[in-house]
Structure formats: C-alpha cells, structure tokens
C-alpha cells in the first residue's frame, strides 16, 4: 500500500470513529455528515472520496462500534457457563460509570430506537446483535434454546434499563433502575447446575 492509499485507509479509520463516538452520543441523527466531518477538520466534499451515501457511513460505522464492544467479550478470561457470561454481562453493563460514559460505551441504548425507524441502520443492528447473542451465549450453550432465550432477555433488560437510566440522569432514581436491573438478571438467569461427575 502506498503513502496516499495508506493516508485515504488512515482518514477513513477516522471518520468511522467519529461517527461511531456521534452515534452513541447522540444517535444516529446526531452523526450527521457535516458534524462527522467538521470534528476532524475534513470537508463534506472529501466525505464522498470515502463513503457511498450517509447511509453507507452510518453501516459501517455502526457496525464498527458495536463490533469494537462485542469483541471484548472474547476475552479468554470471560467465564464458559452461559449463566456465569450472563450475570457478568449485566454486572459490567449496568453500571453507573457505563451510564454516565456514552461516548465510550455500548451504541445499543442511543441507536435503538433510530435504528428501527431508519432502515439504513436496521441491518447493521440485526446483524451486530445476532453476533452479540452467539457470543454471549458462548460456545458450550449453541443448540441450547434456553440459553438463547435467557441470552435475548439479558441483552433486552440490560439495553432497556441503561436507556432508562441514562434518560433519568444522575438521580437516586437512576441508579435505583441500575441496581434492580442487574438483581433481575440475577434472579432470572438459572443456576448454572453442578457438575456431573
């Protein structure tokens, strides 16, 4: 790859970034191209050098987003009872520091919503969730329904009650969702069962 093709993959990193930081910040209306651009200096005119459409950034940057939170959950550390992956999925996701860091956390809460209502999110969202949902799940538990389905309820709870706790601010209230929210993941998830031996 040379300088100039090097400089291009390089500016396009960039601009899926800041798109990405925009959309959890703000949603996917608040990732327009102008502010996108705008925040590193480039032209909207350059915009185009890189990207089809709005809609072609608003693909892949989602898609790089949500892919970035996904991937932490390979960590090799990560427990291998589905159970055990759901209850510290909840633990980490319902914090108050995650609620409080939009720019640095999951996009789920901020785009939810857009993404149902604009079509050029949706098949990012659908595709990124399915992977977060297999990998969640973890490879002991493929073909187990119940997992899947305890799995789907979890990643619900825990984007539904970050979105109310973001929405209600830095209350007692907020922090209150917060803590309820993980003691139900606690008490729905079922007790991974002993070992046979």
């Given at each position: ?80 009872q589905w159970q055990e992956r759901l209850r510290r999925f909840a633990s980490r996701y319902l914090t108050r520091d995650h609620r409080d860091d939009p720019a640095g956390g999951c996009p789920m809460p901020s785009v939810a ?85």
């Open positions: 790859m040379n300088a100039r093709a090097q400089q291009k993959a390089a500016t396009r990193e960039r601009i899926l970034a800041s798109a990405g930081t925009r959309m959890k910040q703000h949603g996917i209306a608040g990732a327009s191209v102008a502010d996108v651009m705008g925040d590193l200096g480039l032209t909207v005119g350059g915009f185009y050098a890189h990207f089809d459409s709005k809609d072609d950034l608003i693909d892949q940057s989602l898609r790089r987003a949500m892919s970035e939170r996904t991937q932490r959950l390979r960590d090799p550390a990560y427990p291998d919503a857009d993404a149902g209502r604009l079509g050029a999110a949706q098949p990012a969202f659908v595709d990124e969730v399915a992977v977060l949902v297999d990998i969640l799940r973890g490879e002991q538990a493929k073909g187990n329904h119940a997992a899947r389905a305890a799995t789907m309820a979890t990643i619900a709870t825990c984007v539904g009650a970050l979105t109310l706790a973001r929405a209600l601010g830095k209350s007692t209230l907020s922090n209150e969702v917060l803590a309820a929210a993980r003691a139900f993941v606690d008490q729905a998830v079922p007790v991974q069962p002993p070992h046979s031996h």
